[in-house]
């Protein structure tokens, strides 16, 4: 598969499932189930982590996401979503507040 034919692949991809299952990535469905957003999420943040640009070659390419969907998915196998932190929420520190003042609610 070249390159191009990958990433028309990867388009039709939307679900956790869907990439774990075009990548060959072996998964527990319960797992899955309970982690599918950060799975994908920690996916994409191993991707753009890369000390280096993807391969352009589509071979050493889909190498190198399978790759990393299989990290992103271990995570979640060998932790929980809480522990990982994927996600910004689980880094805010305390309550976040805004202020709007009444004559805001009302402005148009």
Known sequence: MNRHELEENLE????????????????????????????LQRFHDY???????????????FAAYRAHLEQAYQDFVASDALTEKVFKVFH??????????LGDLFKR
Request: a negative charge.
């Open 12 to 39: 039709e991809l939307s679900s956790a499932e869907d990439f774990l299952d075009f990548f060959g990535v072996s998964y527990n469905p319960g797992v899955v189930q309970v982690n599918r957003l950060h799975i």
């Open 47 to 61: 991707l753009n982590r890369r000390g280096a640009p993807l391969p352009e070659d589509g071979t050493a390419r």
């Open 92 to 101: 805010m520190h305390g309550p976040q507040t805004t202020f709007v003042a």
